[in-house]
T-cell receptor
């Protein structure tokens, strides 16, 4: 079993819809939770990161962490065609730089 | 501020050969991490270098090695290439001073796409 599980999609939504992405993880030692966006032929770029359980909002993006369920989510409101990309969750233990990634979910926002 | 640069961007090699990939981190960053990305396995951590020392290592065979120079630039080497080594190799740099309760953002380069024939 992988340490971080993520539905690969693809997830196709109409422009303006809410995109809902999630990951589950197995190791309770993980403490930092990140969401990266990766466009084709580019490296991943960090969207958001959270440390504790709860919600964190940044513009159209909301990240949720539920440590008791080992479940993390990313919501994209008012989705745009430019949001079409692969979204990767990543988790890290304390005091380390080793990112453990989910497999990524491909998202397609149709105009 | 210039981002992370990786050279070359594309590479084609044949089985049995060896390859060296290069990564120049963001100025002031002392940590460089390497990842392999494949459609089947996703993004997997290879190793991390900080101040010229390997600080962390993933579960890859010894054919995969790396080093870091005094200017923080890093190289990774893959010897005796196999078909399964075809992948996008990404490097990421960070300040590198992660403590027990802190996280340093890692900035990724565009990657080197390696094809092994």
């Amino acid at each position: 079993q992988k340490e971080v599980e993520q539905d690969p999609g693809p997830l196709s939504v109409p422009e303006g819809a809410i995109v809902s992405l999630n990951c589950t993880y197995s190791n309770s030692a993980f403490q930092y939770f990140m969401w990266y966006r990766q466009y084709s032929r580019k490296g991943p770029e960090l969207l958001m990161y959270t440390y504790s359980s709860g919600n964190k909002e940044d513009g159209r993006f909301t990240a949720q962490v539920d440590k008791s369920s080992k479940y993390i989510s990313l919501f994209i409101r008012d989705s745009q065609p430019s949001d079409s990309a692969t979204y990767l969750c990543a988790i890290i233990k304390a005091a380390g730089n080793k990112l453990t990634f989910g497999g990524g979910t491909r998202v397609l926002v149709k105009p | 501020k210039a981002g992370v640069t990786q050279t070359p961007r594309y590479l084609i090699k044949t089985r049995g050969q060896q390859v060296t990939l290069s990564c120049s981190p963001i100025s002031g960053h002392r940590s460089v991490s390497w990842y392999q990305q494949t459609p089947g396995q996703g993004l997997q951590f290879l190793f991390e270098y900080f101040s010229e020392t390997q600080r962390n290592k993933g579960n890859f065979p010894g054919r995969f090695s790396g080093r870091q120079f005094s200017n923080s630039r890093s190289e990774m080497n893959v010897s005796t290439l196999e078909l399964g080594d075809s992948a996008l190799y990404l490097c990421a740099s960070s300040i590198g001073l992660a403590g027990e309760s802190s996280y340093n953002e890692q900035f990724f380069g565009p990657g080197t796409r390696l094809t092994v024939l």
